[in-house]
């Protein structure tokens, strides 16, 4: 079963603008990553965060944990055309030995 | 480069037909694991395997087999494949299981008739 749920299935906004894609989980977990998967293609990591840090950048990329709340949001600031793609959080539990993805945001960033 | 390779990429079978998916990461990695996506649906775990010789089912096990013999190798083999096994199928690696970042292969699109 899926432990990860991302919010809007679907997102569409024009180039410069920032995208917020937000992920809620159902269990307690060690880590959160975020990916991103072109169009049929690999999934590429993006971030990991930790479930003791609650905010962590990587360039254009701010992502936020919340453990009380069971979510995370991913934020693309300054966004680009080139940005547009699936992306997915995934979590691990922290008695399993697996990785659970959700079912991803489609982004569309127009140009 | 680092890397995980599958192969094929795209396979089109019939009903019944064994087949095994090969995947193959030169990262030292002990940690491999299958994917297949779905619309609507995200991965679905199939198995993984911590280290050689140590294999485990994931969320989505039923209709498929895996080995790990060698550390580099993860085949996903399908001994009577169905329709409903039509997917796009991804193998990934890591070190020390899910704590790190997950590398994954190019994927397989594999058809069912």
């Known amino acids: 079963s899926q432990q990860g749920e991302e919010d809007p299935q679907a997102l569409s906004i024009q180039e410069g603008e920032n995208a917020t894609m937000n992920c809620s989980y159902k269990?307690?977990?060690?880590?959160l990553q975020w990916y991103r998967q072109n169009s049929g293609r690999g999934l590429v990591h993006l971030i990991l965060?930790?479930?003791?840090?609650r905010e962590k950048h990587s360039g254009r990329l701010r992502v936020t944990l919340d453990t009380s709340k069971k979510s995370s949001s991913l934020l693309i600031t300054a966004s680009r055309a080139a940005d547009t793609a699936s992306y997915f959080c995934?979590?691990?539990?922290?008695?399993?030995?697996?990785?659970?993805f959700g079912a991803g945001t489609r982004l569309t960033v127009k140009p | 480069e680092a890397q995980v390779t599958q192969n094929p990429r795209y396979l089109i079978t019939v009903t019944g037909k064994k087949l095994t998916v090969t995947c193959s990461q030169n990262?030292?990695?002990?940690?491999m694991s299958w994917y297949r996506q779905d619309p609507g649906l995200g991965l679905r775990q199939i198995y993984y395997?911590?280290?050689?010789?140590?294999?485990d089912k994931g969320d989505v096990p039923e209709g498929y087999k895996v080995s790990r013999k060698e550390k580099r190798n993860f085949p996903l083999i399908l001994e009577s494949p169905s329709p409903n096994q039509t997917s796009l199928y991804f193998c990934?690696?890591?070190?020390?299981?899910?704590?790190?970042?997950?590398?994954f292969g190019q994927g397989t699109r594999l058809t069912v008739v």
């Open positions: 990934a690696s890591s070190t020390m299981g899910s704590i790190t970042e997950a590398f």
């Open positions: 269990t307690s977990i060690n880590n």
């Open positions: 965060i930790r479930s003791n840090e």
């Open positions: 995934a979590t691990d539990r922290p008695w399993g030995n697996d990785m659970r």
């Open positions: 990262m030292n990695h002990e940690y």
């Open positions: 395997s911590m280290n050689v010789e140590v294999t």
